[in-house]
């Protein structure tokens, strides 16, 4: 896994795989709040991360 981001849009391959899927379970729900294991679930579907290293990337999305 490439922790550089992209020259494109600035995000790594990890960061794009999260907001992905992100949106896919938001619109899945109908809009609503996405529990983090669920999000979790997703993400290890494509990329191998440990639940640490994903919570870290929400933390820097949302300015924590």
Known sequence: ???LPDARDGLTRLE?????????LQ???????VPT???YGRVVEHID?????LQRVLQKFVGA
């Open 1 to 3: 896994m490439s922790d």
């Open 16 to 24: 794009c795989i999260i907001l992905w899927q992100l949106a896919e």
């Open 49 to 53: 991360v440990s639940v640490e290293e």
């Open 27 to 33: 619109q899945e729900r109908g809009g609503g709040a």
């Open 37 to 39: 294991a669920m999000l």
